[in-house]
């Protein structure tokens, strides 16, 4: 695919319920980032992944939030322990990485997963 | 830290009218600025960009020029449509220490009338 892609599109969970959000990038962007935008808000900064190097995880609201991410590819977002706060519109985004480190460029945004804990 | 702020809204305008909706960043460095617009239903995708002082990102009507001195970047666009009608992000990324920030603004909502 041309995009990035994101699933579920929607889920409905129960409160207390652990939940899995899965992003796949763009082929070959190596930076790769996760943002929750609660309704009529902006966006919130999650985590940040840039090839190896240790993840940004300062804006991970609390320890009930963790992100993983195979390589270059594929990452996953985990809820534990679901909250109604939680309930917002997960977004992944990933962009390139200028070889000098330069990094100034365009993040490409898949769909979202919309998240409603009961 | 580094940070942006947007005007707030929602801004209403008729079809036809000059838009500008504010913009201003705090960053150590030379930091990259976008909008990005969000439209009723659909992800988030870039509008414009400008990575230097004095230049100006313009896409679809909208232009929005990097002013260093002022440590803004508003957008504009002369005639807005129907269409136009969505939220506008405005955001920056930047390198401080070796650690890569990419913050936007709070989005402000556009609504115009036919």
């Known amino acids: 695919g041309a995009g990035v892609s994101q699933s579920p599109s929607n889920k409905v969970t129960e409160k207390g319920k652990d939940v899995e959000l899965r992003c796949d990038p763009i082929?070959?962007?190596?930076?790769l980032y996760w943002y929750r935008q609660r309704l009529g808000q902006g966006l919130e900064f999650l985590i940040y992944?840039?090839?190896?190097?240790?993840?940004?995880k300062s804006g991970l609201p609390s320890d009930r939030f963790s992100a993983e991410r195979t390589g270059e590819s594929v990452s996953t977002l985990t809820i534990q322990r679901t909250q109604q706060e939680d309930s917002a519109v997960y977004l992944c985004?990933?962009?390139?990485?200028?070889?000098?480190?330069?990094?100034?460029?365009?993040?490409?945004f898949g769909p979202g997963t919309r998240l409603l804990v009961l | 830290g580094d940070s942006v702020t947007q005007m707030e809204g929602p801004v209403t305008l008729s079809e036809e009218a000059f838009l500008t909706i504010n913009c201003t960043y705090t960053a150590t460095g030379y930091p990259s600025l976008f909008w990005y617009v969000q439209y009723p239903g659909e992800g988030l995708q870039l509008l414009l960009k400008?990575?230097?002082?004095?230049d100006k990102g313009s896409n679809k009507g909208f232009e929005a020029t990097y002013r260093k001195e002022t440590t803004s970047f508003h957008l504009e666009k002369g005639s807005v449509q129907v269409s136009d009608s969505a939220v506008y992000f405005c955001?920056?990324?930047?390198?401080?220490?070796?650690?890569?920030?990419?913050?936007f603004g709070t989005g402000t909502r556009l609504k115009v009338l036919a």
């Open positions: 082929s070959g962007h190596t930076a």
């Open positions: 992944f840039q090839g190896n190097s240790a993840p940004d």
């Open positions: 400008a990575t230097k002082a004095d």
């Open positions: 985004a990933s962009s390139l990485v200028g070889r000098a480190g330069g990094l100034r460029e365009t993040q490409y």
């Open positions: 955001a920056l990324s930047s390198t401080t220490s070796g650690t890569y920030k990419y913050i």
